[in-house]
Structure formats: C-alpha cells, structure tokens
C-alpha cells in the first residue's frame, strides 16, 4: 500500500503564496509521476500541475507563471510552490502519484485533499 500525506493548505488573500507538501510512504519502488489536481464546488477535479521522473512539467493555463511544481527524490516528496493567489483558485487540492510497487506497475494513488481558500 502507498500512502500519501498533504500538509500546506489554508486560508490567504489574494496575491499571497501558499506551498503544498505531498509525501509518499509504503511500498514504493519507484515513483514515476507525481502532480497536483484541483476540484472548487460545483466543478469537476482538475490537473494543476505534473511532473515526471526525468523532472518534465506540465501546467494547467490558469496557473502558469504563478504555479511551480518541484519534487524530493530523496524524500518522495512533491511540492506546489503558489504565488499570486486568487479568488478562483479556492478549491481542495487533490496531490496525485503513478508508482510502481512490488506487485502493481504504474498504479495511480490520491491524497485525501487539502483545502487552499483564497480570500480577503
């Protein structure tokens, strides 16, 4: 099993910056890809941001330029750097891994979410 802890949310203005953390624990062989997913009330869950092992990123649109992901191969670790935080980007962060473990190749898992309130 692979379990997956999300720490960094909370309530900010906007134009502030928050940082998500997202660790991964259990059996983990190797961690291909790892990402940050959004879902406001009333929308669907969305991709905000991904990156893959050799270290390529993906962006969602709205949050390019403000959204850095990074990643801890050491600590199995994905981070989601947000700066100039606004209204609409209120939602619960979802974090996202693809991992290979010793009898499941490329299984995708999901945290339990944390919230990102963006107001004044």
């Known amino acids: 099993q692979v379990q997956l802890v999300e720490s960094g949310g909370g309530l900010v203005q906007p134009g502030g910056s928050l940082r998500l953390s997202c660790a991964a624990s259990g059996s983990i062989l190797r961690i291909n890809r790892m990402g940050w997913y959004r879902q406001a009330p009333g929308k669907e869950r969305e991709m905000v941001a991904r990156i893959i092992s050799g270290g390529s990123t993906n962006y969602a649109d709205s949050v390019k330029g403000r959204f850095t992901i990074s990643r801890d191969n050491a600590k199995n670790t994905v981070y989601l750097q947000m700066n100039s935080l606004k209204r609409e980007d209120t939602a619960v962060y979802y974090c996202?891994?693809?991992?290979?473990?010793?009898?499941?190749?490329?299984?995708?898992?999901w945290g339990k979410g944390t919230l990102v309130n963006v107001s004044s």
């Open positions: 996202n891994v693809f991992v290979n473990t010793p009898t499941h190749y490329d299984m995708d898992y």
